[in-house]
T-cell receptor, first 111, second 115 residues
């Protein structure tokens, strides 16, 4: 079983719609959760992090965390063509805990 | 604030050759990470330094990979000898102290192709 699992996609989303990305993790001791965006041929860039159960909103992005279900999600509202990228879920344990990445979900926003 | 610098950006070598990558983290960042990202996969941590000490190298293939961070600033990652399966992007990242909720900032990566 992979430690961090994501649907590989591609997830096709019409422009202006909501993109919903899901991620599950296996380590119950995980403490912090990150969403990175990676454009083709580029390095990952942080979109959001969350470490408390519930929702966290930042502009058009909302991260949701449910530690009991070991589930974290990312919603992208009003999707734009510039949102087309691979979204990486990353999970980290306590201090010095390494960041474990999922394989990423490819999102394609169609005009 | 300057970002994480890496060089070279691209490298093509033949199997059994050696190669070295260089990384300069964001100024003042104590924690430096080297990741390997194979096409279609997420980054995998190879080694994590806190200042010039190794915190985690559990996934570093030590028979062929080595890394050092002299003086707690720049770092080099070496592969000797390279195998075909080492073809990947090697990403360097840094963070302020390595705390669990800190952001890791990634460099542009070095694309390695082993023929």
């Amino acid at each position: 079983q992979k430690e961090v699992e994501q649907n590989s996609g591609p997830l096709s989303v019409p422009e202006g719609a909501i993109a919903s990305l899901n991620c599950t993790y296996s380590d119950r001791g995980s403490q912090s959760f990150f969403w990175y965006r990676q454009y083709s041929g580029k390095s990952p860039e942080l979109i959001m992090f969350i470490y408390s159960n519930g929702d966290k909103e930042d502009g058009r992005f909302t991260a949701q965390l449910n530690k009991a279900s070991q589930y974290v999600s990312l919603l992208i509202r009003d999707s734009q063509p510039s949102d087309s990228a691979t979204y990486l879920c990353a999970v980290r344990g306590g201090s010095w805990g390494k960041l474990q990445f999922g394989a990423g979900t490819q999102v394609v926003v169609t005009p | 604030e300057a970002g994480v610098a890496q060089s070279p950006r691209y490298k093509i070598i033949e199997k059994r050759q050696s190669v070295a990558f260089w990384c300069n983290p964001i100024s003042g960042h104590a924690t430096l990470y080297w990741y390997q990202q194979i096409l279609g996969q997420g980054p995998k941590l190879l080694i994590q330094f806190q200042n010039n000490g190794v915190v985690d190298d559990s996934q570093l293939p030590k028979d062929r990979f080595s890394a050092e961070r002299l003086k707690g600033v720049d770092s080099t990652l070496k592969i000797q000898p390279a195998k075909l399966e080492d073809s990947a992007v090697y990403l360097c990242a840094s963070s302020s102290q390595g705390a669990a909720i800190e952001t890791q900032y990634f460099g542009p990566g070095t694309r390695l192709l082993v023929l």
